[in-house]
C-alpha cells in the first residue's frame, strides 16, 4: 500500500455506496488490495480494507483466508493454474502438471525462483468439456496437452 | 425427444453478446409483456409450467417464487447463482459467454413477479471473461432504457465450491466467509439482508423468457410431463465429443452418450456415467437406457443434479477416482459442521490407504460407515455430496476395490488413466489433522 491508497478508498467507498450493506463491499474491495499489493495481501492490506469499509483487519482477513483467489503469501507476476479435477483428470490432466513441472522447474504451489511464475493446481474450473483446462492469469487455455506446455511458458515469461 | 435450442436460440448464427443482434431475434419482448401481467398472474403461469430448477436440486421455480414473502416491508431481491463449481458442469458458463441479453430478460421478468428492483448475479470468480461480457450486457441494456426502475448488479466471488449454496452464496455477498446457514428461516423469507430471496441458477432464469413466450402450456408440451423444457447437458470425460448439448428433457442418456457426444473416446469400453456432476451416485453401463429428466433418474437411485455427465472408460481407477472426488470436497468443506469437515478427512485417509495398498476388507466396512455418519448430519448437502460418490462407487465396484486389499495395491499398477491425480497444490494444511484410528 501507498500514495496510490486514498484513490483506492475513494473506489472502495463508492462501490461501498451502490450495496445496500457497506460490508458487501469486502470481497471487491480485497481484490482491489490485493490487485495494487503485487497480487496478494499482507497485513498493511487487511488494516486499509478495514478502515476503509469500518471493519476490523482481522474480520478483513478471516474473508480473505477463506477464498481460493486471495493469495496470503507472495505470488509469482503471472500465474498458471491447472485443473485436475476428476474430467481433465481422466483426459489426461496430470500428464500437464508434469510438463508444467520440468517447463517451470518448481512443483505445484511454488513460485519459480526469478519470481515471475506462481504455478498451482486447482478445483474445477468449469471448461469440463474441454479439458484439460489452464487458466493462465485468469484466461482459461482450453484442450491443453502436455506439448502445449513450453509455448504457453514462453509466451507467459515473454508477457 | 432431441436436440432443441431454447437458452441458445440464435446463438449459433448471431452473436448474441451484441444488444442488437438478441433484439433482432425478438429478444426483451416478452419483458414488457410480462410487466403487463400481475406479480400474482405471472407467478401464476411460472408455476404452471412447472419449470424445474437446473442448478442441481430441482425444486420448481414457479413454487419458490410464490413463497416471496411480498407483504413484507422490506425490499425483495432476486440473486442468480452463477456460481457454476459442480465438477463437470459448465452449461451456465456458456449462456453467460453467448445469451448474456436473455439471462438478464428473465430476469427482469423473474424480478417483476417477486416485485422486486433488485437482481444480484453472483458469479464464481474464475469466469473472468463471462464476467466481462455480461457486465457488458448490462451496462447496455441499461444504457437503452430496458431495465427501468430494476437494479442489476454482477457481483465476482473469489473461489470456493460452497458458495454455490444458496446461503453460503447469501453470506458472500454480504461480505462474509462463505458458509451454509441454518434453515428456517428459508430465504424467501429471510435472505438476503435478511429480506426476502428469490435464489435460481442461471440456466432457470435464461428459461422463463421462453415461458412467457409460448405460455405455460406450450411449454409443457416440450420435455417430459414430469420434466419439461429443454437443458444444456455438460458432457466430459472419456468420449469423442465432450461439450455443451442442449435437448429436451427425457432424451436417453445412451442417445446422448453415443450419438451426440460420439461415444467413447478410441472405442473403448464404457465402465461408469456420472450423470449429474461429480456429487452424484455413478451409473454402470447397463443403467444408461434411461430417459434424461428429473424423475427417471431418481428412481434409479441418483440424481438429475447439474445435467453433468462425466463418462469413465476401463482404464480408470475407480478407487483413485474416489480419492480425487473425496480431496475436493475435503478442500471445500467450509469447516462450519464437524461431520463434514471430518469426515471428508477419515474419507480421505481410508481411500489413501486402500490405494497404496495397505487397506484391509474391514476398511470398506469402515468407509461405509464413515460415510453415514456424514450424511443428513451437516447444515448443508456438501457432506453428503462426498458420500453419494463414493457410496455408489462402492456398492457398484466393491470388487476393485476389494481387490485393492487382496492384491495389497492398486491393481491397474500405475496404469489407470488417473494415475497420480493431484489434490490442488493449496490444500488448506489443517494442523492437527485428526488420524482415523488404527
Not at chain 1, 498458471?80 to 500428464?95: D, M, P, R, W
Request: glycine share 10%.
Amino acid at each position: 500500500m501507498n500514495a496510490a491508497t486514498d484513490e483506492l478508498t475513494k473506489q472502495v467507498r463508492k462501490l461501498a455506496g451502490q450495496f445496500p450493506d457497506s460490508r458487501s463491499a469486502t470481497i471487491p474491495a480485497l481484490r482491489l488490495a490485493q490487485e495494487h499489493n503485487d497480487g496478494w495481501l499482507d497485513s498493511e492490506s487487511f488494516e486499509w480494507v478495514g478502515d476503509a469499509l469500518g471493519l476490523t483487519p482481522a474480520y478483513c482477513q478471516a474473508v480473505a483466508s477463506f477464498y481460493d483467489m486471495f493469495h496470503l503469501a507472495p505470488v509469482g507476476r503471472h500465474s498458471i493454474e491447472v485443473c485436475t479435477n476428476l474430467s481433465c483428470a481422466l483426459s489426461g490432466a496430470q500428464q500437464v502438471v508434469d510438463a508444467f513441472e520440468s517447463e517451470l522447474g518448481v512443483p505445484p504451489g511454488e513460485t519459480t525462483e526469478d519470481g515471475e511464475v506462481t504455478f498451482r493446481t486447482v478445483e474445477c474450473l468449469g471448461g469440463c468439456g474441454y479439458a484439460t483446462v489452464v487458466s493462465v492469469d485468469n484466461r482459461y487455455r482450453q484442450f491443453v496437452k502436455a506439448e502445449d506446455v513450453p509455448s504457453i511458458v514462453e509466451g507467459v515469461r515473454g508477457g | 425427444m432431441g436436440v432443441r435450442s431454447m437458452l441458445l436460440a440464435g446463438a449459433d448464427e448471431r452473436d448474441l453478446t451484441k444488444l442488437s443482434e438478441y433484439r433482432a431475434i425478438g429478444g426483451y419482448e416478452q419483458v414488457p409483456k410480462a410487466r403487463a401481467m400481475s406479480p400474482d398472474d405471472l407467478i401464476a403461469e411460472l408455476q404452471a409450467a412447472t419449470l424445474r430448477g437446473r442448478g442441481g436440486a430441482g425444486f420448481p421455480m414457479g413454487r419458490k417464487a410464490s413463497l416471496i414473502d411480498r407483504k413484507s416491508p422490506k425490499p425483495k431481491y432476486l440473486v442468480v447463482n452463477a456460481d457454476e463449481s459442480e465438477p463437470g458442469a459448465f452449461k451456465d458458463r456458456e449462456v453467460m459467454a453467448r445469451a448474456p441479453h436473455r439471462l438478464l430478460e428473465g430476469c427482469l421478468i423473474a424480478a417483476h413477479a417477486i416485485e422486486s428492483n433488485d437482481v444480484f448475479i453472483y458469479i464464481r470468480g474464475e469466469y473472468l471473461t463471462e464476467y466481462e461480457i455480461l457486465a457488458k450486457a448490462v451496462e447496455d441494456a441499461r444504457k437503452a432504457g430496458i431495465f427501468g426502475e430494476t437494479n442489476v448488479t454482477v457481483y465476482r466471488g473469489a473461489g470456493a465450491y460452497i458458495c454455490g449454496e444458496e446461503t453460503a452464496l447469501l453470506d458472500s455477498l454480504e461480505g462474509r466467509r462463505g458458509q451454509p446457514r441454518p434453515r428456517p428461516p428459508f430465504p424467501p423469507i429471510q435472505g438476503l439482508y435478511a429480506a426476502p430471496t428469490q435464489i435460481n441458477n442461471v440456466c432457470t432464469i435464461a428459461t422463463v423468457p421462453a415461458i412467457i413466450e409460448l405460455g405455460a402450456e406450450r411449454f409443457r408440451e416440450i420435455g417430459t410431463p414430469g420434466s419439461p423444457g429443454t437443458v444444456i447437458f455438460s458432457v466430459s470425460g472419456n468420449v469423442e465429443k465432450p461439450g455443451n448439448y442442449e435437448l429436451e428433457l427425457g432424451t436417453s442418456m445412451r442417445e446422448l452418450i453415443y450419438t451426440h457426444a460420439g461415444g467413447i473416446t478410441g472405442g473403448r469400453q464404457l465402465k461408469a456415467v456420472i450423470p449429474g456432476g461429480s456429487s452424484v451416485p455413478v451409473l454402470t453401463p447397463r443403467q444408461i437406457d434411461v430417459p434424461l429428466d428429473y424423475d427417471s433418474l431418481g428412481a434409479i437411485g441418483t440424481f438429475f443434479g447439474a445435467a453433468s455427465l462425466i463418462v469413465i472408460d476401463d482404464r480408470c481407477c475407480l478407487v483413485q477416482l474416489a480419492l480425487r472426488s473425496t480431496k475436493f470436497y475435503m478442500h471445500e468443506s467450509c469447516g462450519k459442521c464437524t461431520p463434514c469437515r471430518e469426515g471428508t478427512r477419515w474419507m480421505v485417509q481410508i481411500l489413501e490407504k486402500l490405494e497404496r495398498g495397505d487397506g484391509e476388507l474391514s476398511d470398506l466396512d469402515l468407509l461405509g460407515s464413515v460415510g453415514s455418519r456424514i450424511l443428513g448430519k451437516s447444515l448443508c448437502a456438501l457432506g453428503d455430496f462426498a458420500v453419494y460418490p463414493v457410496a455408489s462407487y462402492l456398492e457398484k465396484f466393491r470388487a476393485e476395490f476389494a481387490a485393492h486389499v487382496e492384491q495389497g495395491g492398486c491393481p491397474f499398477g500405475g496404469e489407470s488413466s488417473v494415475e497420480g491425480i493431484f489434490a490442488p497444490s493449496d490444500q488448506h494444511t489443517h494442523s492437527p489433522v485428526a488420524q482415523v484410528p488404527a
